[in-house]
């Protein structure tokens, strides 16, 4: 019996402490995006597997009995993936997720918009110095909109692209605290922060910051999910969900 788990966020990582605790047999899985990645306890994999039928291939290779999906909520690609190879192999498929933002305080005041386009654009009408924390992927799509802001991005690893001669480049990776981001803000008169809907604890203390500082909040709402596949809002209870089906 092993346990594929898809990575690449702190809650994957919990994950693995867990299984390792419970003496499972796991693997973890990243995609190698970033150059020096915080590494889960156990067995690591790295690199993509080629599509769903390069999955599907991978579980039945290596008699993989059960998946958790636990990648970022914004993966969208490779949580499609693990839906189509699991079903290709009848392999049991459990999402861990962590709950967005939408409940959160302050929530209702949020510009909640549908796409990277649009928080470009409502960024570049709410502000001039725009904090940008919405990754490197994502870059691209607010170049240009924001080509004349003075940006400040923050991301884990440099761009590959060049960016506009106003933005400012810190590259840095959280845990954050409610000061540093409070005084950073401040530092770089931040007057509209940008985000994903990525939930949970870790980056969290920027949205306080900005709801302290009357900084306005631009968040990219979540994709919906495909709703067959049964979604855990924790490690904990990912764990109790494969130990109840005898799956590790
Ligand atoms: P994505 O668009 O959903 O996936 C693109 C391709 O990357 C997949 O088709 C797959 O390649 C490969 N891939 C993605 N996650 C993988 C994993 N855990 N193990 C092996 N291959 C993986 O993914 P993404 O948005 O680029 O995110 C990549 C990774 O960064 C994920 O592990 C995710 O948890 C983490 N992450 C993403 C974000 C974000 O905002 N998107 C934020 C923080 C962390 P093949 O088709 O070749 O298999």
Known sequence: M??????????????????????????SSLAGRVARPRLPVGEV??????????????????????????????ATGISRNAVAACAATGTPLVRLERPGWA??????????????AEAAAAAARLGRAPFLTTGRQSLAHFLEPLA???V???????????????????????????DGERALLR???????VTK???????????????????PVVVIR?????????????????????TARGLA
Do not use: N
């Open 197 to 215: 809907d990525s939930g949970g604890a870790h980056t969290w203390p920027k949205m306080a910051a900005a709801a302290e500082l009357g900084v």
């Open 45 to 74: 994999r790295v690199g993509g597997f080629g599509g769903a039928e390069g999955l599907a291939a991978h579980l039945r290779e290596h008699g993989v009995t059960a998946v958790v999906d636990a990648t970022h909520p914004f």
């Open 187 to 193: 530092r770089h008169a931040c007057d509209v922060l």
């Open 148 to 150: 004349e802001h003075t």
């Open 103 to 116: 409940a959160a305080p302050g929530s209702d005041a949020w510009t909640w918009v549908g796409s990277h």
């Open 152 to 178: 400040l991005v923050r991301v884990v690893d440099p761009p590959d692209v060049p960016l506009p001669a106003p933005w400012t480049l810190l590259t840095s990776r959280g845990p954050y605290t409610l």
């Open 2 to 27: 092993t346990v594929l788990i898809l990575g690449g966020t702190a809650e994957a990582r919990e994950l693995a402490l867990l299984l390792q605790e419970r003496g499972a047999s796991f693997t």
């Open 222 to 242: 979540r994709a919906d999910r495909p709703s067959a596949v049964e979604v855990q809002p924790d490690p904990r209870t990912t764990a109790a969900w494969l």
